[in-house]
């Protein structure tokens, strides 16, 4: 049996990258310097490494940043001062939370604080309607226009074909979905969204030209629940505990990589797939809201 | 053969009036009247009945209402400065703004300059976001709403059930899926959202529980393209050419009903199902508006 294609997301996140430093620097010959202010609240050590890795890329590509660290006892109307702040400083293009963010926050109404249009990562309500109206004035969510782009650069044709999405969340799932359905290039596709209440989830997986995996239920996804040469996007996330491992867990998708890599088509890596591309779209974001803010003030 | 259980949408509305009208009673005990201003721009005859149909249901309802009408060839500065009067207004609590806007308007600034606490046809990107979230701080757009109270009243449950939607526009098919997708009572559903890049469309309708035609397709949907029981609500409205009709047309639905009405469950005639739905959500919305306004300020 054949082995599935593997979609690595390094090189297409490096095309975009290379995109968006272009870009960067058109603006900076204008005098205008793209910028990103990163907040982390508390010292959740992923999240430690998550933000440095984005500020080491924004600078790469010339892209400013600050971050800005919160103690996890801060009340919640300091966050919400900052975000007044931060929105009404010119020099400012991008704000990023980063998520998680501690549980006696108020994720909803901080999100709601977050000017719309800084909101590089995509989550402000009015976002998400322009995203589901179909209206490209806002900001599309990273994880789902990563995939989108993925799939572009791999010549994955959504036009007419079967997708169906696995996981109903607001961060990958519903985004995707509203995406995923307009008309349009990179889109167009027919969506289906399964999820807990679905009745026959196999029903539906194996009749999918492409099938994006967003439950975080490990290994969930087994070869026998697609069809031949499928195209399978692996995004879930989950934590096995693994004493073999020196951090005493591993993290797997929610794919079960070795039956589906001998009936899919092409499948992407988990990590290594949508990961890279995730960040990739946050700069991307980032530079359109500077191109934004600098050549119309509409 | 037996004939599908024909879904009317009078009594259904009629019980969300009857609901409606208690809660203005309450209202109107605490000395607040929830009042709708309805604006018309021309002089489309279509229009011109619509919206008297509307004022007439709010005044049954106790519900205060005032039409605006500007001229067709008013500058939509105009309309915007209305727009920023009425929603400083304390005294309104909801604004519709009446389809078809002249040509030269631009419809999505429009739309955007709606105040949203006051949008109660829920077309604002920000309603619409909040629906794609789940967030139920927002407004349900009236015609996916009122889909979802008929089959609600009819005891349809969703739960689980592969709903088929044709038609992918921003007033019905989006919003509705968005809606259908979502967790919760009265949602919960396997959506899927067929439009004209999908493949094969009777693979999907004949896999279908409920299939929701939003089509605008002249008797699209045949018998043999659903599944036995199924149900069906039709919502696409065109008008054809028929010189036996005093008017020179008539409107006929998606459904091609002699041949559907042998094979579906249940099936909602048009006119007459989601119709009378619309006006309830929107009049329901309007008291939405008017209790939040009151009894919180957030």
């Known amino acids: 049996m054949s082995q599935a294609l593997l979609l690595e997301g390094r090189p297409a996140a490096d095309a975009i990258h290379r995109k968006t430093a272009e870009r960067v620097k058109r603006l900076r010959e204008r005098g205008i310097v793209p910028k990103i202010v990163f907040i982390r609240v508390g010292e959740d050590p992923a999240s430690i490494v998550y933000v440095r890795m984005k500020e080491r890329k924004a600078e790469e590509l010339g ?51 977050l000017p719309p249009e800084k909101d590089v990562d995509g989550f402000h309500p009015i976002n998400m309607g322009k995203l589901l109206l179909g209206d490209p004035s806002g900001f599309r969510p990273c994880t789902p226009a990563g995939i989108i782009e993925l799939l572009s650069f791999y010549q994955v044709d959504t036009c007419g074909a079967d997708v169906v999405i696995l996981g109903r969340g607001n961060i990958v799932g519903k985004p995707l979905a509203a995406l995923l359905m307009q008309k349009g290039p990179k889109a167009n596709a027919t969506v289906t969204v399964v999820h807990s209440s679905s009745r026959d989830i196999p029903e539906h997986t194996r009749r999918a030209d492409i099938v994006v995996c967003a439950l975080g239920k490990p290994a969930f996804l087994r070869g026998d629940m697609i069809k031949p040469g499928a195209v399978v996007v692996d995004v879930g996330v989950s934590r096995v505990i693994d004493p073999t491992n020196p951090r005493g867990y591993r993290l797997i998708g929610d ?16 990590p290594g797939g949508v990961g890279p591309m995730t960040i990739a779209m946050l700069l991307a974001n980032t530079v359109d809201a500077a191109e934004r803010l600098t050549f119309n003030a509409s």
Do not use: C, F, W, Y
């Open 63 to 113: 892209i400013g940043s600050d971050t800005v660290v919160l103690s996890d006892t801060a009340p919640q109307e300091e966050l919400l001062s900052l975000l007044k702040v931060l929105g009404k400083d010119p020099m400012v293009h991008g704000i990023l939370i980063q998520a998680p963010l501690p549980s006696d926050m108020d994720a909803i109404q901080i999100v709601r604080a």
């Open 255 to 270: 794919v079960d990589v070795e039956s589906v890599s001998q009936v899919a088509g092409k499948l992407t890596p988990n």
